[in-house]
């Protein structure tokens, strides 16, 4: 993850602070919710992020926070944001991103490979497909609305074997969608790259960052962030992680069939 995080050039733009309204929901439908938000993830743009960065790199306090870190081993101030859609972050789109990130609660959902039953025909009908369309003096004619390009058709017994075999392994597996809290967790992957890198975790030049970021997209308030906070919001994602990995763990052992 360093080695990508620690890589980035390239800058423009305009930023515009989103922040959700949760107002009174309660506990079922937060995590709804965070569900369909992660769901429906809209990237940012490269452009909003490195004009956020930009402002926190004028920012006084921000800039000499930027400096103590550099000199404590953890190099930020001179790169660039680079990747709005966050898919191959570096610590740049992660700050500038803070403010855009949605603080809705973390969420996950269980997917059981005995839900996934009533697909199994389709995995021998696929191959039965196959397997008729390259027998000798059998015609399989294909009515479609969608055109199958002409020089592909003699690749579809082909296509058909490796998207059965692909179908059959997804039947066959139990996975976990996490859906996490945005925010809290790029703020945790901060504070534990910055303590990887410089032995502590320079909480209070990580708070003057994050309330920077804020206020340069457009939060006069800013964001004033505890230390404990921050502390128990690195903790809290470390336990997610192991709560999922043991409920996961639980469900495999739970459907493994019998050796006895």
Request: include cysteine; glycine fraction near 8%; proline fraction near 5%.
């Amino acid at each position: 993850m360093g080695s990508v995080l620690d890589q980035g050039w390239g800058c423009g733009g305009t930023a515009k602070a989103g922040e959700p309204n949760l107002g009174t929901m309660n506990a079922r439908a937060m995590r709804k919710g965070a569900s369909r938000s992660s769901e429906h993830w809209k990237p940012f743009t490269t452009e909003q992020l490195c004009d956020i960065w930009e402002k926190i790199r004028s920012d006084t306090g921000a800039h000499r926070a930027l400096d103590r870190l550099d000199a404590a081993g953890f190099r930020v101030s001179d790169m660039k944001p680079m990747d709005g859609t966050l898919k191959h972050p570096n610590w740049a789109d992660y700050i500038a991103a803070l403010p855009l990130l949605s603080n809705r609660p973390s969420s996950g959902r269980i997917h059981k490979r005995t839900s996934f039953r009533k697909y199994w025909p389709l995995v021998r009908e696929l191959r039965r497909l196959a397997a008729k369309m390259n027998m000798p003096f059998v015609a399989v004619e294909i009515f479609s609305t969608r055109d199958y390009p002409g020089p592909a058709i003699g690749k579809i017994p082909g296509d058909l074997l490796k998207a059965a075999s692909m179908l059959e392994h997804v039947l066959s597996w139990d996975y976990l969608v996490q859906y996490r809290n945005n925010r809290n967790a790029v703020i945790a992957e901060l504070r534990w790259a910055i303590r990887e890198r410089t032995g502590r975790p320079h909480d209070r030049d990580l708070k003057i960052l994050i309330n920077a970021a804020f206020r340069a997209a457009g939060n006069k308030e800013g964001f004033y962030i505890h230390s404990t906070t921050l502390d128990r919001i690195e903790k809290r994602q470390k336990e997610s992680r192991v709560k999922a990995n043991r409920r996961m763990r639980r469900l495999i052992g739970a459907s493994a069939p019998s050796l006895g």
